[in-house]
């Protein structure tokens, strides 16, 4: 199946500092990608949808200036947690569409865990 | 909006026991119905899938079949193992809506040797 994977895999910051996580897919393109946010044993909320040459779209209470997301080629995805603060703490996945196959499978990324001190 | 109910755990089972971990949904279209697996310390894995009414999904020992008319997709295995303990998500993902994922809230299982 389709492949994606996020880099870094884990990251710890100081608080203040701004992170980057990458999502790629390997071996397909997508022109939507999604990010989700898992905060220790709950479930995956969706934080905003990652389009491709044009400005994400964000759900409804997600900061858009704080969660800078890029779409800058059809095969990455970056977003961007400005000036974290401890309570960003948590685990961001990234999911993406193989549009080419007509199917409405996501293939999720490994996640990365964010831990801000 | 869509959204994904699905049962409260933990739930804590003995080797070979039947598991059924129930879900229904609701959705304004004709949503596809996923079950997704997250082991500790990992990511999302796709257990199984179906697209469309009475589809049945199987993957590994489990099922789950999309009844439309109870808006519903029950996991079921007839004989748990110690490592299928794990968290599992019910989803749905429409194409009227853009092909977001909404998960439900997760369930946890626990198989005891």
């Known amino acids: 199946g389709a492949v994606v994977s996020q880099h870094p895999s884990r990251v710890i910051c100081k608080s203040g500092t701004s992170v980057k996580i990458e999502c790629r897919s390997l071996?397909?393109?997508?022109?939507?990608m999604f990010w989700y946010r898992q905060f220790p044993k709950q479930s995956l909320m969706l934080m905003a949808t990652?389009?491709?040459?044009?400005?994400?779209?964000?759900e409804q209470g997600v900061e858009k200036d704080k969660f800078l997301i890029n779409h800058a080629s059809l095969t990455l995805s970056t977003l961007t947690v400005t000036s974290a603060h401890p309570e960003d703490s948590s685990f961001y996945i990234c999911?993406?569409?193989?549009?080419?196959?007509?199917?409405?499978?996501?293939?999720f990324g490994p996640g990365t865990r964010l831990t801000v001190l | 909006g869509d959204s994904v109910t699905q049962m409260e755990g933990p739930v804590t089972l003995s080797e070979e026991a039947f598991l059924t971990i129930n879900c229904t949904y609701t959705a304004t279209g004709y949503p596809s119905l996923f079950w997704y697996v997250q082991y500790p310390g990992e990511g999302l894995q796709l257990l199984l899938k179906?697209?469309?009414?009475?589809d049945k999904g199987s993957n590994k020992g489990f099922e789950a079949t999309y009844r439309k008319e109870t808006t519903s997709f029950h996991l079921e295995k007839g004989s748990v193992q110690v490592s299928d303990s794990a968290v599992y998500f019910c989803a749905l993902s429409d194409r009227g809506g853009g092909f977001k994922t909404i998960f439900g809230a997760g369930t946890r299982l626990f198989v005891k040797a």
């Open positions: 999911s993406a569409r193989d549009e080419g196959q007509g199917s409405d499978e996501q293939f």
């Open positions: 990652s389009n491709e040459g044009s400005k994400a779209t964000y």
């Open positions: 179906a697209t469309k009414a009475d």
């Open positions: 071996d397909f393109q997508a022109t939507t």
